[in-house]
């Protein structure tokens, strides 16, 4: 698989720009892998799209090809530094070996699907605060959600051969952001209590 430099970086560009769009949802995650573990713990079966993503789910594993030589140009040692996971494995083929205590162990270049995804608890809180109107049943990535350019693909080398510039990265970011004002907008304590009713 080719890697190209110059769209490394603008993947990352992008990377941050959503980051900082969940960063928005607060303990939300913390919140959902604590829950999960308690439910496994307890011997708790709830649906699948309940549990935390990243211990359910090994996109490590899922998408190792691309991962490896993409992160590979960071750090030759980039898999031996992830941490050991104890505990069991956990329905489809998690946890992932890059879910630490405070997140995930990659400072940059994420699998595309862990760059993009929003979880149920992520879309109802959504839906609650009228920034969207969407299906709560499952996770959903962000293009299925607002119109953006469909290049992250091809920044991340995975097959394809379509040409990206400087503009389409820089809408994809401005869209992102939109979303990300009209989330912010929100005051903080009402986007915190939302999602502390999720968990009631």
Not at 17 to 29: A, G, R
Not at 49 to 54: G, N, S, T
Request: glycine letters at 4%; hydrophobic letters at 35%.
């Amino acid at each position: 698989m080719k890697t190209n430099s110059r769209y490394l970086k603008w993947f990352h560009r992008i990377e941050k720009t959503l980051w900082s769009f969940f960063m928005l949802f607060e303990d939300l995650c913390a919140r959902c892998a604590k829950r999960t573990i308690e439910e496994v713990e307890n011997g708790q079966r709830r649906c699948r799209h309940e549990w935390c993503c990243c211990m359910i789910d090994n996109q490590v594993h899922d998408n190792w090809e691309s991962l490896n030589c993409v992160q590979l140009r960071n750090n030759p040692d980039w898999y031996e530094s992830l941490r050991e996971r104890k505990g069991p494995r956990m329905p489809g083929n998690g946890p992932c070996p890059a879910l630490g205590e405070a997140g995930c162990l990659l400072a940059k270049h994420r699998p595309v699907t862990c760059t993009t995804q929003l979880c149920t608890k992520m879309l109802r809180v959504l839906n609650d605060l009228k920034i969207l109107k969407c299906k709560t049943e499952s996770a959903l990535q962000i293009e299925d959600l607002i119109k953006l350019p469909d290049i992250l693909p091809s920044l991340y080398g995975t097959g394809r051969t379509q040409k990206v510039n400087a503009e389409d990265v820089d809408a994809y970011i401005a869209e992102v952001n939109r979303l990300r004002e009209r989330l912010a907008a929100i005051p903080k304590e009402k986007r915190k209590q939302q999602i502390a009713a999720i968990y009631r």
